[in-house]
């Protein structure tokens, strides 16, 4: 037996820039608040769990990452599909999130490579299929005028979740030196609870017209409104280096005392909070396309920041919050602007295909920079990204030209 809390239904709402975000929303918030407390611990201990305390190789920890970007990929697309077919997005959502919930406490026993690659395997697969359903949920109770505001209010509540993993995380280290175990547990309780919030209060709302047959699905996925932005979104993918790498530079030229490394994410997930819901709602204002787009000029300075900080705090902080101006400026924008571009009854698949495309080119870039890191060293390589995601950048916004009138 679950708690529903009902939204005004869709022709009821107040129309326009001044309409109220949906309580759905609200909640879906705190479930991702909840469970970005949980994925942000580990997250954030990761990268040195792995090389400092398991000894793994900087490639053995590129192909994790690969894999914490890329395997939720294979599933999104099903999970879109899944939720348009069935139209039940909450339930397709709890079982995303506890997958992911679970794999937490898996990490306890695994100490090597494939043991540990198993396990973020299991946790993106829950990811990816919970993002679509959820974003889709959000999209469906929200006044369309007002979706890049309901993403950024949603991604806002996401991101003081993803703040206080690592602050959690930094003070077990802190009281327990290397206890990478205690991180774990804590871990799994708020992914727990989580779920527990998305089981008991989450609205089962269903989308009107929901349960298309397959042949439709599919050619809203190939119709010609989303190819520009899925070709944008997957290039400028392939051009951004994963959060870790960043870090690790950042840490591996100022030498700074390991236990310290969590609050890197901290930092970054401050700025994203802080500037989640005014630029949602300046994309509504302006276009979400030059919103997305923008956010990606704010990448280019952190590569190049990155690359030439030699572990200075002011190029360090500088570094972090041009990395959260970025998050900010896109997470919650792409699926704002893709939302606009499918039926409602394929909202699901239409997010999850971007959101595809994107942590498919992630999972390629994260290999590839693992490989130039070890070649060329981190500057060169921040620096030959930083290049090539000026051709990206340009080319995004010839292909997104005009897409928001």
């Known amino acids: 037996m679950y708690i529903t809390i009902r939204d005004r239904p869709a022709e009821n709402r107040a129309a326009g820039p001044k309409a109220r975000v949906a309580t759905t929303v609200v909640l879906l918030g705190v479930v991702s608040l909840l469970t970005d407390v949980s994925s942000e611990m580990v997250t954030a201990v990761l990268p040195l769990y792995m090389t400092a305390e398991l000894g793994l190789s900087l490639l053995a920890y590129g192909v994790v990452d690969g894999l914490y970007q890329g395997v939720s990929a294979l599933v999104r697309i099903f999970g879109g599909y899944l939720n348009d077919r069935t139209n039940r997005p909450k339930w397709v959502a709890v ?56 993403f950024g209010v949603h991604r806002t509540l996401d991101t003081i979740g993803a703040a206080l993993g690592p602050l959690a995380a930094f003070g077990l280290l802190l009281l327990v030196p290397s206890g990478y175990t205690s991180v774990f547990v804590a871990s799994f ?62 840490q591996h030229s100022g030498g700074f005392a390991a236990s310290w490394f969590p609050l890197l994410y901290v930092g970054t997930n401050l700025v994203y909070l802080s500037l989640a819901i005014p630029l949602g709602r300046l994309s509504d204002r302006v276009g979400r396309a030059r919103v997305f787009v923008g956010g990606h000029l704010a990448l280019l300075l952190t590569y190049l920041v990155a690359g030439g900080s030699g572990g200075g705090l002011i190029a360090t902080l500088v570094a972090l919050a041009l990395l959260g101006a970025y998050y900010a400026a896109t ?14 009854a394929a909202r699901g698949s239409g997010i999850a295909a971007a959101q595809t495309v994107v942590v498919l080119a992630r999972f390629a870039v ?19 990204a930083a290049g090539l995601l000026v051709v990206g950048i340009g080319a995004a916004a010839w292909l997104l030209k005009g897409i928001d009138a």
């Open 189 to 250: 309780g708020f992914g727990l609870l989580g779920v527990a919030v998305l089981v008991l209060f989450v609205p089962d709302r269903r989308t009107a017209g929901g349960g298309l047959p397959a042949r439709r699905l599919f050619a809203e996925l190939l119709s010609p409104r989303l190819r520009r932005p899925l070709l944008a979104a997957g290039l400028l993918g392939l051009l951004t280096v994963s959060d870790g790498f960043l870090y690790l530079s950042l």
């Open 95 to 150: 079982f995303g999130y506890g997958i992911s919930a679970l794999s937490r406490i898996a990490l306890i026993p695994a100490h090597g490579f494939a043991a540990i690659t198993g396990v973020v395997t299991a946790d993106r697969l829950g990811k990816g299929f919970r993002t679509a359903p959820r974003d889709a949920l959000i999209a469906d109770a929200s006044d369309p005028a007002v979706l890049g505001r309901a």
């Open 366 to 384: 994260s290999l590839a920079f693992a490989a130039l890191w070890e070649g060329i060293g981190p500057q060169s390589a921040l620096y030959l």
């Open 331 to 344: 997470d919650g924008v792409l699926p704002a602007l893709i939302s606009k571009r499918v039926p409602a």
